[in-house]
């Protein structure tokens, strides 16, 4: 017994000194973070616009290609991202609860670095402002010092847009601009780009940062220095191949895209609530306008980039959720489908090689994978149970980073999903309010399917009843990229459906 003792207290002190000398060699070689967060941007290929300085980035880092967010909608993403966790486990599908006030005092990314002795700052769009993060941007819990918004921030909504046919300020969905004809002669994402500039610049290089950079565009409007026009010609602007409802999608699924069609210019097209579609002409201008907005975006980032020591920082940069334009005529957020869901996802790591990962990924994990390339991963577990506090619910995407066969082997899947109050889409369909959903899709993503089943949900005690559906979708990848065709009823799919269906029953414990 006494010997057991001592060995197990020899085993204890060299376990010790250990964990000391992994604490030392990680101090020596503490890394900066920058993590650039853009605003609704989806996942765009070089052959839809060029963007420099992103693709770059891509070129020397990890990108990967198959990143879903785990709800198309800002807050619920934001705070899914920033806190490891599904909108499930933080019962927040709308943008009005706190998850410290109304769940757990759950720990954020930032949190972490703090905690472990980095500064952390916020510039622009974190956090989604407001009663998600307790209108303070979870300040001081996740930052050093409080979060930076962009003065001009308050115009976003002012009629700065002069209208092509009657001259006059409207507030319009398409909106280049000249800036110095703008309020206080400035734009936003300007604005955030010189205040983290600045502080890159100046601040006391003693400890490590953790420095977050979150631009608006292309977030809606679509206002941004026309000059950025200019890199997408509408010419080159292709149509989405299926610019319709599809005949097999299920009415739960349809979104009225409100926010767009409420804007000045798209309002007096007068197009038929909830059905009707965007004009051809309207949708190549629309297409063209993102593009250039994602454009002036990169640019932005190819500035900020020029600031950051690389062999220093870790960078992640990445989008709380796509954007339809226009395919299977839905514009804007607020879905199940890849369009909405898939983000450009990318890391640079000094000493890990440039890679392209193509196993679906989910935003939850940058949270274990941050921690684990920043060295602080000994002081986090992996969620057990849904009241642990200092958890993560995502995977750890360092092994994919190291071994190109782990990509190869792996039998990932991306889960995600969505709210509804009805079964016919009506004027709430887009967001609805916790208190009136009553419909919940949950959808998962393989490299070849996306499966969804819209199920019963209720607000009151967030619970799902799976044996009563409102709506299936099956996709496959292969052959209908841009989901179009909804094959669940088809024979020849029986079994993926059903293996699909358990795969997300089962994974969907909470
Ligand atoms: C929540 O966590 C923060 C950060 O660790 C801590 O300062 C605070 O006291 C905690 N609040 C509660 C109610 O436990
Ligand atoms: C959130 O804000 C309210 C009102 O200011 C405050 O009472 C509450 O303590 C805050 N929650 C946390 C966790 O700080
Ligand atoms: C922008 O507006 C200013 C002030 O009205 C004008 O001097 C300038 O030429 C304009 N720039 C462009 C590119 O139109
Ligand atoms: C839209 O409706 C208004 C009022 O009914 C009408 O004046 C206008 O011409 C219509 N516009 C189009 C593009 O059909």
């Known amino acids: 017994m006494i010997f057991e003792c001592q060995t197990y207290k020899i085993v204890v002190i060299v376990f010790h000194i250990y964990l000391v000398q992994i604490a030392s060699f990680y101090k020596h070689e503490e890394k900066n973070v920058l993590f650039v967060f853009i605003d609704d ?11 420099p300085n992103i693709h770059k980035l891509a070129g020397n880092g990890i990108i990967f290609q198959n990143a879903f ?40 990314i930032p949190q972490i670095f703090k905690e472990s002795g980095y500064e952390t700052y916020s510039f622009g769009k974190i956090f989604h402002p407001g009663q998600s993060s307790n209108f303070t941007d979870d300040y ?28 006059k300020l409207q507030r319009n969905l398409i909106c280049p601009v000249n800036v110095t004809t703008q309020p206080r002669k400035t734009l936003p994402d300007l604005e955030i780009l010189n205040n983290a500039i600045n502080v890159l610049k100046e601040r006391d290089a003693t400890k490590p940062f953790f420095v977050a950079v979150g631009f608006h565009k292309p977030h809606i409007p679509l206002r941004f220095p026309a000059q950025y026009l200019e890199t997408v010609p509408i010419e080159k602007v292709k149509p ?44 190549l201008r629309i297409k063209q306008s993102y593009y250039a907005a994602s454009s002036y975006v990169d640019e932005l980032i190819g500035n900020l980039l020029d600031y950051v020591d690389m062999r220093k920082t870790i960078v992640v940069l990445t989008s709380d959720h796509g954007w339809s334009l226009g395919e299977n005529g839905l514009w804007a957020k607020y879905s199940n489908f890849d369009v909405a869901l898939k983000v450009p996802l990318i890391f640079h790591v000094p000493g890990i090689y440039p890679k392209h990962v193509d196993s679906p990924v989910e935003l939850i994990d940058i949270f274990p994978t941050l921690i684990e390339l920043a060295g602080l991963k000994s002081s986090i577990p ?35 999903q969505y709210p509804r109050p009805s079964i016919q889409p009506q004027i709430n369909s887009d967001k609805p309010r916790l208190r009136d959903i009553k419909i919940m899709g949950y959808s998962i993503r393989t490299k070849r399917y996306r499966y969804t089943e819209w199920i019963s949900f209720n607000s009151t005690l967030l619970t ?16 209908d990229p841009e989901e179009s065709n909804n094959i669940h009823t088809k024979h020849k799919y029986k079994h993926i459906k059903s293996k699909l269906s358990k795969l997300l029953r089962t994974q969907n414990i909470r």
């Open 41 to 51: 941007l989806r996942l765009l290929t070089n052959a839809q616009v060029y963007l």
């Open 69 to 108: 967010a785990q709800q198309a909608l800002c807050a619920p993403s934001r705070n899914s991202i920033l806190t490891g966790r599904r909108p499930d486990s933080l019962r927040l599908y709308d943008f009005y609860s706190y998850w410290r006030d109304k769940v757990s005092n759950f720990s954020t």
């Open 140 to 167: 001081p819990y996740s930052w050093s010092v409080p979060p930076f918004h962009a003065p001009s921030e308050i115009f976003k909504d002012a009629k700065n847009c002069k209208d092509d046919k009657t001259g």
């Open 240 to 283: 989405p191949s299926y610019p319709f409802r599809p005949q097999y999608l299920p009415t739960v699924s349809w979104h009225p895209w409100l926010d767009v069609r409420r804007r000045d210019d798209i309002k007096r097209l007068n197009i038929s609530f909830p059905y009707g579609t965007m004009p051809y002409e309207w949708t």
């Open 382 to 416: 992996k969620c057990k149970n849904s009241k642990d506090i200092k958890c993560f619910e995502g995977k750890s995407l360092v092994p994919l980073m190291h071994d190109v066969e782990q990509d190869i082997k792996r039998t990932a899947f991306a889960l995600s």
């Open 464 to 479: 799902k009843d799976w044996n009563t559906t409102f709506g299936i979708e099956l996709y496959d990848h292969v052959m």
